[in-house]
């Protein structure tokens, strides 16, 4: 029934199917205006930013807005990602699902400038966005409204298009088998394949990766600059990060680096399958652990490692405004004061090989001996001493159980 409220209804968009549907719906339902929004961090360029408008008008909003995050995605998610070497159940980097924190943020300050008490979303009962979108908005704004259509009506595919159909509005781009979303972190791919755990997803499916095996390139060598943990160069020039990210993008993925099928556990508690494809994610993950091995101590490292697991389940939840959060930045932040110098790597298809690696602040160098070779910073009472003093605890463990 049409509402006495007039203010307007804030819709995160997409574009697609379930989003599209959400505009009229919304319009017919509540009678209130719909203002579509689309918060960009990454993956939409100025054509798909102006087809996004275009739909969104069309399907009977009074307002579109775009918002470039990209920049914000970096500095508030993606260098902790990096700086914690972040890759759930060692192999996926949070692609799509390290976004929804940020974007939900900008919805929510999007709701408070346009006078809008109530947002909508187009998720659905079955994924892991609709607890991420609404953690986040309800942490934000715990008086704004949150409206879910497709999650709370069970609206089905052929009942939103029929929907859309009857009124003569216009239909998403149809023919696809495979559900893909993609940011500046990587992209992921579902369909029938990732519903179980035998198979891979087609050749065809993999976007950016797509001829890498079957058309594969020659060898070649790069290197990517650190300064404090944050990657400010590639191949000798500098970048900002955001274009250093999709100049990466382009480069690994060519050579199929970052392809991965993960298996994990949904924010629901059941069990998920997703392609996905990260090559500027999994290069820089790769080449910032090879560094921080050459300029942490093992502590420092110990304890990042077991922040960093603790860091990914909570960005994987959604719950990145939790303070802890913020916590376990602070010491990313920390870690990364002497994580500065320049990673060698060389791609081939289907692997990245780090070839070397330099920084002023190398452990390795500050040393007097060369491993395996001379001592330099002992003599050999001295080691013959540590090894006796490090045997004790076992020692006396061996005593006390009289098998002396």
């Keep these: 029934m049409p509402s006495a409220d007039a203010s307007p209804i804030l819709l995160a968009f997409s574009g697609g199917l379930d989003t599209s549907f959400c505009v009229p719906w919304l319009k017919e339902t509540y009678g209130r205006p719909v203002i579509t929004a689309t918060v960009d961090t990454g993956g939409i360029d100025s054509t798909a930013a102006s087809d996004l408008e275009s739909r969104a008008l069309a399907l009977g909003a009074i307002e579109h807005i775009r918002v470039d995050a990209r920049d914000a995605f970096f500095s508030n998610v993606i260098r902790y990602l990096i700086a914690g070497n972040v890759l759930r159940g060692n192999a996926y980097p949070l692609c799509v ?70 009124r003569g509005l216009p239909l998403p781009a149809q023919g696809s088998d495979y559900s893909i979303n993609r940011g500046l972190w990587g992209i992921t791919i579902g369909g029938r394949e990732t519903l179980g755990s035998e198979s891979s997803i087609p050749e065809s499916a993999w976007v950016l990766s797509a001829n890498a095996f079957s058309e594969p390139l020659p060898a070649s060598q790069h290197s990517v600059e650190f300064a404090a943990g944050i990657p400010v160069a590639l191949d000798g020039e500098s970048l900002p990060p955001v274009k250093l990210i999709e100049t990466l993008e382009s480069l690994a993925g060519s050579y199929g ?34 560094l921080e091995k050459l300029v942490l101590s093992a502590q420092q490292a110990r304890i990042k490692d077991s922040l960093a697991s603790l860091y990914g389940d909570l960005v994987h939840e959604g719950k990145q405004l939790d303070l802890a959060c913020r916590d376990i930045e602070a010491y990313f932040a920390s870690s990364q004061a002497r994580v500065t110098g320049t990673v060698h790597f060389q791609l081939r298809p ?9 920084s002023p602040h190398s452990l390795l160098a500050a040393t007097r001996g060369v491993y395996g070779e001379s001592a330099g910073e002992w003599t050999a009472a001295d080691a013959l001493g540590y090894a006796r003093i490090l045997s004790l605890p076992g020692s006396l463990q061996t005593r006390a159980g009289g098998k002396l």
């Excluded at 680096?257 to 090559?279: C, Q």
């Excluded at 289907?350 to 330099?358: A, D, K, M, P, S």
């Design 97 to 166: 699902g390290a976004e929804r924190g940020l974007q939900a943020s900008r919805l929510a300050g999007l709701a408070m400038e346009r006078g809008a008490d109530t947002v909508a979303h187009g998720c659905t009962a079955a994924g892991n966005d609709q607890v991420r979108f609404e953690v986040a908005l309800r942490t934000l704004s715990p008086g704004l409204e949150v409206l879910a259509p497709v999650r709370d009506n069970s609206w089905v595919r052929e009942e939103q298009l029929a929907f859309l159909q009857d």
């Design 257 to 290: 680096i970052g392809r991965g099928l993960h298996l994990g556990d949904t924010v629901l508690g059941t069990k998920g399958r997703v392609a996905f494809e990260a090559p500027a994610a999994i290069a820089l993950v790769t080449a910032h652990r090879e």
């Design 350 to 358: 289907g692997n990245l090989f780090v070839t070397g690696v330099e």
